[in-house]
């Protein structure tokens, strides 16, 4: 079957330091893959995605790469902001768009000024 | 434009008792799908729609749970006879025909006491 292993949290990290959340995956079939963030009080939302592999996904100064080889899709922000706070998801799904989600437990971030 | 609403957003049941959890789609999106999300877990997949088509009903996790959408717009999800392992945060999604972006709800708090 399909599953998504990430790292544990809490991660806790300072104002403008360099963030890594591990996320690697098992797929029956080619995947498309997902990271997506849940801000204190709101919704799940889409933060960047791959379709394909060595894609890179980015958006808001956060990037992830898609590694067939290594089946994995770390996420990744060179100096994180107090803003970023929240739990991060990372989900995958097989059969093209429109076809389900398979998410990982979540890492909650928090940043501190 | 209005996000995805759901409704309610926070419901408690004693044991026994039936429960219907609503959710309003974005307008015109084709898709919606259904988790379920334990405390401190990612969200799990129930089961998932096109237009008035229930295509994937995999993740229901037994009888008791039902979930209809009978003019492709607004869904119901229905869990009769609720008991303690139920209790979980319940979310929808919609998305577009042939886009890889969910768009999440808010999610309704279930408890079952």
């Known amino acids: 079957g399909n599953s998504v292993t990430q790292m544990e949290g809490p991660v806790t990290l300072s104002e403008e330091a360099f963030l890594t959340i591990n996320c690697t995956y098992t797929a029956t079939g080619y995947p498309s893959l997902f990271w997506y963030v849940q801000y204190p009080g709101e919704g799940l939302q889409l933060l960047l995605k791959?379709?394909?592999?060595?894609d890179k996904g980015s958006n808001k100064g956060f990037e992830a790469t898609y590694r067939k080889e290594t089946t994995s899709f770390h996420l990744e922000k060179g100096s994180v902001q107090v803003s970023d706070s929240a739990v991060y998801f990372c989900?995958?799904?097989?059969?093209?768009?429109?076809?389900?989600?398979?998410f990982g437990k979540g890492t909650l971030l928090t940043v501190n000024p | 434009g209005a996000g995805v609403s759901q409704s309610p957003r926070y419901k408690v049941a004693k044991r026994g008792q039936d429960v219907a959890l609503r959710c309003d789609p974005i307008?015109?999106?084709?898709?919606l799908f259904w988790y379920q999300q334990a405390l401190g877990q990612g969200p799990e997949f129930l089961t998932y729609f096109q237009n008035e088509a229930q295509l994937d009903k995999s993740g229901l996790p037994s009888d008791r749970f039902f979930a209809e959408r009978p003019e492709g717009s607004v869904s119901t999800l229905k869990i009769q006879r609720t008991q303690q392992e139920d209790s979980a945060v319940y979310l929808c999604a919609s998305a577009r025909r042939g886009s890889y972006e969910q768009y999440f709800g808010p999610g309704t708090r279930l408890t079952v006491t």
């Open positions: 791959a379709t394909k592999a060595d």
């Open positions: 307008s015109g999106h084709v898709s």
């Open positions: 989900a995958l799904s097989v059969g093209g768009s429109n076809y389900k989600l398979t």
